[in-house]
Structures are given as C-alpha cells and as structure tokens.
C-alpha cells in the first residue's frame, strides 16, 4: 500500500453520487476512467484526512504530482495514470489540474464569493468531464457544456456535506459573501439543524447551481458517442432532482440523497429524454 493510500476512506467509484465509468460507457474506455479515478479517489482521500498535517497533505500531492509526470515511483496511483495516458496519447493536463483544486482544499478554508467558488470548480470538477470526452475523442467544442455539468454535480456535493466539511475539516464552500448577505455566518454549520438564515443562503446557492443544469441541459444531446451521451443524460436528470431537493431541504437534518427506488426512476426519466433527443422528438417529460 502506498503511503497516500494509508489515508484511504474506503471509498470507491460504486459509493459516489453520480455514475463513474458504469455498465454503459464502452468497455474499452473504462480502464482508462478507472485508473484516472483511483488516482483521483487517492488524492481526494488525502486532502481530505483530518488526521494528517497540512504538511504531509502536500507532500504526498507532490508525489502524485511528479509520478502522474513520469518524475517519480513514489505514487503507485500517479505511475499507473502515467503508463495508460501515454499508451492512448492522453494528455496529463486533467489531472495536475484536480491535484491544483486538492493542494486548494488543504491551504484554502473560505471561499469569499461565486467567482472564486467558480474559479475552484475549474480545478476540482471540470477536469474531470473535460477528461472523459478526450477518453472519447469528442469535440473540445462541449467544453463549456460540461465545465456547467461538473461545477453544478461539485456545488450539490458541496451543499450536501456542508456541516460535516465545517465540522470535520473547517472547511466552508457556500460562499462568504451569500452567507453575509443572509445574516449567517460559517460557525452555523456547527449545529444539527439549519438556521433560517443558513437555510436562506443554501437556498441561494442551490439556485444559482440551478442556471448552472440549464446550461448543461443540452450538453448529452452533442455528445456523438452514444453511451456517453446516454450516461451524461443520466447524471444530468439524477443531479437536477438532488438540486430541486436542495431549493427546500435542510441538508443539516434532511436526507438529500437518492434512495435505490429514486434512482430507478430518474434513471427511467433520463431514458426517456434521450431516446427523444436521439430520435429528433424535443424534450420528453
């Protein structure tokens, strides 16, 4: 076990919100997404330890960081993305970006407006779809239809685990400036159930994350490979319900995840959407 590893949450592609590499994508792009995946799951893992020290956190970053270059052996994760980027001509760009937004996560607690917010999400999630299409070989031309995607399925994640990353890590994503302007403030988190305002602030958030899933909305009908078109229509329907879900819920003492019986039927829902988008229908319900 590598030494980033030892600072593993146990957590895998099967446990995240959203579809990682699943039974629809081709299998000959899934060894591909996987291994950018565990070298991705490892980093986050790191960043996110609340036992290690800041200095150990960067320290094992850059380690990845020079063995995803071909620098180094010392991350058994970064020398295996290494090896498959260069066996598919794959740039290495995604990925030193996710290890930017990670190194962010351990230097930076507050995020003072939308902007900066925005300028996180370049790093922590766009790369992330910005790497599936070139797995693909799609046009860079559906670049700012995912950066929407992935920036709004970052802000949900965000939304959903509020008080555990205040709690856990001080860490706090709803920007400062909407939290000011709804007479809140950072240490409200701490409690087990939102405050009015606090509400009123997620509330907000939650809505301009919502502008976000209209501009993504088109974003699976331009995708020429059809299983990732279908898989990115999944993921749009499954993360506009969480949204909706976050407009009116308290993610401080409120469920806003999908059960087993929700996803079956979004998932039945985003089918539905597809097949009319592929057979030139319009929007299906």
Not at 76 to 88: F, S, W, Y
Not at 101 to 121: H, I, N, P, Q, S
Not at 170 to 196: F, N, Q, W
Request: hydrophobic share 45%.
């Amino acid at each position: 076990m590598s030494e980033a590893a030892a600072l593993s949450s146990g957590k895998s592609y099967h446990d995240e919100n959203f579809p990682v590499a699943s039974f629809i994508i081709a299998p000959r792009h899934r060894a591909p997404i996987l291994t950018f995946y565990r070298f991705v799951r490892t980093a986050d893992d790191v960043a996110d330890n609340p036992a290690a020290s800041p200095e150990h956190k960067l320290r094992l970053l850059e380690d990845m960081r020079l063995s995803l270059m071909g620098l180094s052996k010392a991350s058994p994760e970064g020398v295996a993305l290494h090896d498959i980027l260069a066996e598919r001509g794959l740039t290495t760009d995604h990925a030193a970006d996710l290890l930017e937004a990670f190194r962010r996560d351990v230097t930076k607690l507050r995020y003072a407006d939308w902007g900066e917010l925005m300028d996180y999400c370049r790093y922590s999630a766009m790369p992330v779809g910005r790497y599936v299409l070139d797995v693909h070989g799609e046009s860079r031309g559906t670049w700012a239809m995912n950066d929407a995607l992935c920036a709004a399925l970052q802000i949900i994640n965000h939304l959903q685990d509020c008080a555990k990353d205040y709690q856990e890590l001080d860490r706090v994503y709803i920007p400062l400036d909407m939290m000011a302007a709804h007479g809140t403030k950072p240490e409200d988190l701490a409690v087990c159930r939102s405050t009015r305002e606090l509400k009123a602030a997620i509330a907000e958030l939650a809505a301009r994350n919502a502008e976000l899933l209209r501009r993504s909305a088109p974003f699976a009908a331009r995708i020429k490979d059809g299983r990732l078109s279908l898989e990115v229509a999944v993921i749009q329907r499954l993360a506009e319900d969480l949204n909706d879900k976050l407009l009116v819920r308290d993610p401080l003492s409120e469920p806003v995840h999908h059960r087993k019986s929700d996803q079956v039927k979004l998932v039945i829902s985003a089918l539905g959407r597809f097949l009319a988008d592929r057979l030139g229908l319009g929007s299906a319900p």
